[in-house]
């Protein structure tokens, strides 16, 4: 047994839709380690990078050591995003071009102990695909429409360029808001990533058995 684990104050949830974005990061990064297994250059290993921040991404929400980057906010084309948070992570080829979203969880609502449940990974932009979009559609909210219902999380939000000092105050008083609202609940069939293939304990190991699993698999983009 791992000796010095981390305290994890949260745990973390994936929704079905977050599962299926994992299950091809994974098997993304299987195939470009399977083409490239001794090519450094940032551009053969942008599926492993990105693989592999996302998975510590999620360690990190699970330990505290990451309360996202910014609230999403409401956007016309996007829908209401009150109340979700969002991470960036990049592939190592320029700036973060990924983002996970996800929204604070009280812990009477999720079994007991504060959650974050992931809602989708995906890139920044790319049309009906792009993390934003998929986020509204697996949460059923229109693009174009305000919910009542989460204006107890104000209508002010600091955007994703603002300093940290300007939005980590935001995001925890979204954390506190979100934890008074009986409202917020997990979407229906998001489990806790230490029941999935990607909760490991270690941060790197899931995209080292991308790389091993690469060689084994007949089909690396088939999907889970």
Known sequence: ???????????????????????RMRDAAAAEAEQYPDDKSPAHNANRTLYKGVLRELQDLETGASNGHH?????????????????KIGDGTGKPNHRL????IPGRNAG????RDVIAIGPRHG??????????????RSANQSLPQLDRFGAAQVG????????N???DANRAIAHAFDGQTPLSGSRPLSETAFGSRAP????????????????????E
């Not at 049309?127 to 059923?140: K, S, V």
């Not at 994703?160 to 939005?167: D, L, N, P």
């Not at 790197?204 to 999907?223: L, T």
């Open 127 to 140: 049309g009906e695909n792009n993390a934003y979009q998929q986020t509204a559609m697996r949460l059923g």
């Open 160 to 167: 994703s360029g603002g300093k940290a000092h300007q939005r």
């Open 1 to 23: 047994m791992a000796e010095n684990q981390p305290e994890r104050p949260f745990q973390v949830l994936l929704s079905d839709g977050a599962v299926q974005d994992l299950s």
């Open 169 to 171: 105050p935001v995001l």
């Open 204 to 223: 790197s190991s899931g995209a080292k058995q991308a790389g091993k699993q690469a060689g084994r698999q007949g089909n690396p983009q088939r999907g």
């Open 112 to 115: 007991g102990t504060n959650a």
């Open 71 to 87: 609230v999403l906010g409401a956007h016309r084309g996007l829908g209401d995003g009150r109340d979700i948070v969002v991470s």
């Open 101 to 104: 979203t996800f929204r604070e």
